[in-house]
Every structure is written in C-alpha cells, then in structure tokens.
C-alpha cells in the first residue's frame, strides 16, 4: 500500500515533458515550404540570450548586479545593471546569429549596426522592461519586435527600415522572468507560450494557442494622475468600479498583460498631465504587445485607432496604450466623445 502511494505521488508531480521550442520552431519552417531558416534561426537566438538573463535575474540578489549604474539611457531613465546586461546580451546573440542587419534597442539612442547587410531583418527591442522591480523581485520582461527591412539587403539600412506600422511585424513577443520563465511569441499565426525548464535548459510548449476571453474581471492601470485622465478613460473606470472588477497593477508591463492575456482583462495607459503624449514606446513596447494581442482575439488602441495602424514617425515615439480583451476594449471606446 505504501509503494502505490508513493508511484501515485510521483506520478502527480512528474513533469511532462513534451514539444520543445527549438522542436516547435522548425515544425512551423516546415509549414513554409520556401523559407530559408533566417527567421527560425533568429527566434533561436533570442531563445538562447532569454535563457542567459533569466539565470542572471534568478542569481542578481546574490551576485549584486540588482543595483544601479552611473549612466542614464537616452530616455533619462537610470540604468540598473541588469538593463545594460540584458541590452549586452540580446545584441550579442543576435550580432553571432547573423541574421539581422540592425537592431533598436531601448537603452540606446541610436540603431545598432550588427555588422551584416545581407540579413534582410530588423529588431527592436525592450531587454528588461519593469526593471526597477528586480531589487523587490517582482517579475519583468523583455519585449521584441520584427520586420523585414524596406532597404535592400546589401545595401546601408535607413531609418525608414524601423519606421514601419505595426502590421508590418513578422514576427514579435515577450519573455516573462516570474516564479518560472515564460517565452510568448507570434509569428502571424496564433500566438503560443513555452515555459522554461532550467534543469535540462529547454522551453516546452506549454500554452498551445493561447486565446484571450473575449472580457475580464480586471483591469490594470496607475491611478496616480486619475484627475488628469481624458474624460473617456475617467469614465471608463468609474464604470469598471461599478461593476466591481478587480484592480490589478504590478508596474511591470509584461506581468500585467501576461495575466490580462490568459484571465481576460484590460491594461489602461492613457496621456496625463505628466505624460500628454502617453508614456509607453510606440516600436519597443505597444506593437509587439498589439501584435500578441490581436493573434490571441484580443484587441489593442490609442484610445481611438488600432495601435497596428499608427504611422511611426519617431523611433522613441510614445503613445496612450490600451490593451487586452476585445469587450473591454470596445466598452471603453464606448465612452469616446
């Protein structure tokens, strides 16, 4: 009797090990009979630099890289040595994949010359967005994006290659470093989430197809500047208070919309008296995030238009973000004037 509770138990708390993402990842190329494999081998190098700084966030406590640096990024932000390493680390791995001609990242001003002009594509990316939650160890992210380049490949990439809108996206997603490493990502056909193992040092797919419910129980925004909102949004909430959904806000961007993505909700940005242009980047953080949203069913705006149909006309572009289940999302464009 004892030997059957035992097996029982193991058996309840054994990992499934299934479809890895490098597996998954070459299934998809398949499927596409006239790629090459650059973009494949360009999700693999993210895999590989996610893995590196989800061993880093789990160790920064005790190796002290959780502190500030002297430097500021072109935002005026304070750099935390994560960000600098996450930045490192992701342009690295995509500098040694060759598969991309230039990078946008949000710790720099200025684009990345990867040292390859025949690649035909672009990223932009956000290495370590919530960072300054790491030294209280609440979960942060990465965010990426992907085009193909407008210039042709072997000639000098141009600005114009990363001012494209946000359906121009081959490809975009997030790594979420929580109580385990999550890498969600589209590639225009649904969007699919892998968890982390460490101790075999895999993704497995395991979030097939994610859809978002079409409404939620929460909603995710800082009230700090409430009097300062656009009368839309004010009375947006006052209708989510009526119907008593539930606050829920970490700060860390990915966090928010990871719970938002799988529970239904809807994350709220909008322009204030401190931010009249919005807070949240336009290139690194809304459109990989709309991308993700509206593969799943959900829906992503400004307040007014699809954040997928806004013309960048500035790398650093900030825009009000609203995000997350479509009903949510179409109330609250209920309340436009």
Not at 35 to 51: F, H, N, T, Y
Not at 76 to 84: A, H, I, P, S, Y
Not at 198 to 207: A, I, K, N, Q, T
């Amino acid at each position: 009797m004892f030997v059957h509770k035992s097996n029982a138990s193991i058996q309840s708390f054994s990992y499934p090990v299934g479809t890895t993402i490098d597996r998954f990842i070459g299934q998809r190329q398949t499927e596409h009979p006239t790629a090459k494999g650059e973009l494949s081998q360009l999700l693999r190098d993210i895999v590989l630099a996610s893995k590196i700084i989800s061993r880093e966030i789990n160790r920064a406590g005790l190796s002290g890289i959780d502190g500030m640096t002297e430097e500021e990024n072109f935002h005026g932000e304070k750099q935390r040595m994560l960000d600098v390493i996450a930045d490192v680390r992701f342009t690295s791995a995509l500098i040694k994949g060759e598969q991309v001609c230039a990078i946008l990242s949000e710790e720099r001003e200025g684009i990345i010359d990867t040292g390859h002009p025949e690649a035909k594509y672009i990223v932009i990316i956000d290495p370590l967005d919530g960072s300054s939650n790491i030294d209280v160890n609440i979960s942060v992210g990465t965010i990426f994006s992907v085009y193909r380049r407008i210039s042709k490949p072997g000639e000098a990439f141009t600005m114009e290659d990363f001012l494209q809108a946000g359906t121009a996206q081959v490809a975009a997603g997030y790594i979420l470093y929580g109580a385990s490493t999550m890498l969600v990502y589209t590639t225009g056909d649904g969007v699919n989430g892998f968890t982390y193992e460490p101790s075999l040092g895999e993704y497995f797919l395991s979030h097939p197809k994610i859809t978002q419910p079409e409404s939620g129980d929460y909603y995710s925004i800082n009230e700090n500047q409430r009097e300062s909102f656009p009368d839309q949004v004010k009375t947006y909430l006052s209708s989510c208070k009526k119907d008593n959904l539930n606050t829920r806000y970490v700060g860390s961007l990915v966090c928010d919309f990871h719970r938002n993505l799988l529970k239904g909700g809807i994350y709220l940005y909008p322009s204030s008296e401190q931010y009249q242009d919005g807070k949240l980047r336009l290139l690194y953080e809304c459109n990989a995030l709309a991308m993700i949203a509206e593969q799943a069913s959900g829906s992503s705006i400004d307040g007014s238009q699809p954040i997928l149909r806004i013309q960048p006309e500035w790398h650093h572009q900030r825009v009000p973000f609203f995000t997350g289940s479509s009903n949510m999302i179409k109330d609250l464009l209920g309340f436009s004037t």
